[in-house]
């Protein structure tokens, strides 16, 4: 499948002001509580890497992720994941950083592997809340934007690896098989 057209949904301009408008909701509840913002590799990274800039928290670690889930297609398979943190989560907050949550498996998943470790507390943010194929019960704590169907690439968001470094979120108009 090759992408022939992307049509800019959110610009670069609205992310911004969007992402600024989370990181203070995030600094107004967190303020200096010990707290690990984790990102979810590599979709999240370019999101991640505005709103952590943005969070006013002296007591603020930051983390990484990556996750993989063994299905075939789009089916949900096996999802298993790997972090680099250095420090123990338990009786710290931890804020979860990921791209888009979509059917929720993967988020329904690691947020329950997170809250074994028992941290203080569990947020997740997300720079979109899609909720189109969504059949996990996942709450998303701080949604940059809501979606209800689309598919989207752009702003750390891909496919088949490209696309992520477009400044806008796009949305997909055509496919070429």
Known sequence: MRITKVRPLFTHEMIAKRVAELSDEISAIYKDEPLIAVCVLKGAVIFF???????????MLLGFLRMSSYGKGMDPGEI????TLGTDIRDKHVLIVEDVVDTGHSMHFLLNEVRKREP???RLAA???KHERRDADVHVDFAGFQL???FIVGYGLDHAEHYRA???????EAVED
């Open 49 to 59: 890497s505005d709103l952590v800039r943005g969070i006013h928290n002296n007591n």
């Open 80 to 83: 298993k994941f790997e972090w």
């Open 120 to 122: 203080r507390s569990v």
């Open 127 to 129: 720079l979109v809340d």
């Open 148 to 150: 209800s169907e689309g």
């Open 166 to 172: 477009l400044p806008d979120i796009c949305v997909v």
